[in-house]
């Protein structure tokens, strides 16, 4: 989150991936968590009125 938030609902499926790995998560809690990080992400970009310009959904799963 350090550059945008943009960037980093972008890079949260692929970085959870990796995070969930390393501390030995399944899939499902992993997917989880980055459904959860990326819904706390949108949630502060909309109480602070921030856009995050992104034009389709982005989910643990990828882009839907």
């Not at 502060?44 to 643990?60: G, N």
Request: overall charge positive; cysteine-free; charged content about 20%.
């Amino acid at each position: 989150q350090v550059h945008s938030w943009k960037n980093a609902v972008a890079a949260a499926p692929l970085a959870g991936k990796l995070l969930g790995r390393e501390l030995g998560w399944g899939k499902e809690a992993t997917n989880n968590a980055i459904d959860d990080y990326i819904s706390t992400v949108r949630r502060w970009a909309r109480t602070a009125a921030v856009p995050l310009d992104i034009e389709q959904p982005i989910t643990a799963t990828g882009t839907i």
